[in-house]
């Protein structure tokens, strides 16, 4: 085995796409939304809070999840939206705990008002779903080293793929390339480490890229 190879596998580079499935459910008030919240799948709560990254649907960058947006946009309510929009789902498990918090902070909110706002039927909020499909590109790396090169090639799907989507798929919640680092027996804990704090939920897939590619270039330039 070539020396600084993985002795478990080679790490081979995927890419993605978000098919979106509607789930026949909306909602037209703060209570509606509520109840839905808790009745859909938890597949629709990813989409609506990791979706937007491969498929941006509004303008405004202040909130990075489709429940705030909706709120702020059609609700009009501008505090909730702030409470909405300031939840990162990288800080819950999975997705019942995130489902629970949303509960939480929309039953606080409903107790405190006087009044439910209504929106237009052509308003509402549909909740949706999707599947992912993977694509392979064919490439491969084989060293650690290789992520240099690799990691600003990818497309920010791959990218959505390999260090967001995969935290659904791998023990610990953790990314592709960090699982990968482990089977190297330990040699790239330090790395490891340095991934393990970045949070992907606040930055688009290209400035998350971009950071992915810094840490890995100046980690492999510094350890010659």
């Given at each position: 085995?070539?020396?600084?190879?993985?002795?478990?596998?080679?790490?081979?580079?995927?890419?993605?796409?978000l098919?979106?499935?509607?789930?026949?459910?909306?909602?037209?008030?703060?209570?509606?939304?509520n109840?839905?919240?808790?009745?859909?799948?938890?597949?629709?709560?990813?989409?609506?809070?990791?979706?937007?990254?491969?498929?941006?649907?509004?303008?405004?960058?202040?909130?990075?999840?489709?429940?705030?947006?909706?709120?702020?946009?059609?609700?009009?309510?501008?505090?909730?939206?702030?409470?909405?929009?300031?939840?990162?789902?990288?800080?819950?498990?999975?997705?019942?705990?995130?489902?629970?918090?949303?509960?939480?902070?929309?039953?606080?909110?409903?107790?405190?008002?006087?009044?439910?706002?209504?929106?237009?039927?052509?308003?509402?909020?549909?909740?949706?779903?999707?599947?992912i499909?993977?694509?392979?590109?064919?490439?491969?790396?084989?060293?650690?080293?290789?992520?240099v090169?690799?990691?600003?090639?990818?497309?920010?799907?791959?990218?959505?793929?390999?260090?967001?989507?995969?935290?659904?798929?791998?023990y610990?919640?953790?990314?592709?390339?960090?699982?990968?680092?482990y089977?190297?027996?330990?040699k790239?804990?330090?790395?490891?480490?340095?991934?393990?704090?970045?949070?992907?939920?606040?930055?688009?897939?290209?400035?998350?890229?971009?950071?992915?590619?810094?840490?890995?270039?100046?980690?492999?330039?510094?350890?010659?």
């Open positions: 085995m070539p020396e600084g190879q993985n002795s478990n596998k080679t790490f081979e580079i995927k890419d993605c796409a098919a979106a499935l509607a789930t026949g459910k909306k909602s037209q008030n703060l209570k509606e939304l109840r839905n919240i808790g009745e859909v799948e938890s597949g629709s709560l990813y989409y609506h809070f990791w979706g937007g990254l491969l498929q941006p649907r509004f303008d405004d960058p202040e909130y990075n999840n489709d429940f705030a947006s909706w709120i702020r946009h059609t609700l009009h309510d501008k505090v909730l939206a702030e409470q909405i929009g300031i939840i990162d789902p990288t800080e819950y498990p999975d997705l019942e705990e995130l489902r629970d918090r949303l509960h939480e902070i929309i039953e606080a909110r409903l107790d405190e008002l006087q009044h439910l706002a209504w929106c237009k039927i052509d308003e509402q909020f549909h909740f949706i779903t999707s599947q499909v993977v694509f392979d590109t064919k490439k491969t790396i084989y060293k650690a080293e290789d992520l090169d690799a990691i600003p090639n990818m497309t920010s799907s791959s990218i959505f793929y390999h260090f967001i989507d995969s935290r659904r798929r791998t610990g919640n953790i990314d592709d390339f960090s699982t990968w680092l089977g190297f027996e330990g790239y804990n330090e790395l490891i480490h340095l991934l393990s704090n970045i949070d992907p939920f606040f930055s688009s897939l290209t400035e998350l890229r971009s950071q992915l590619s810094n840490i890995v270039t100046n980690y492999f330039m510094e350890s010659r």
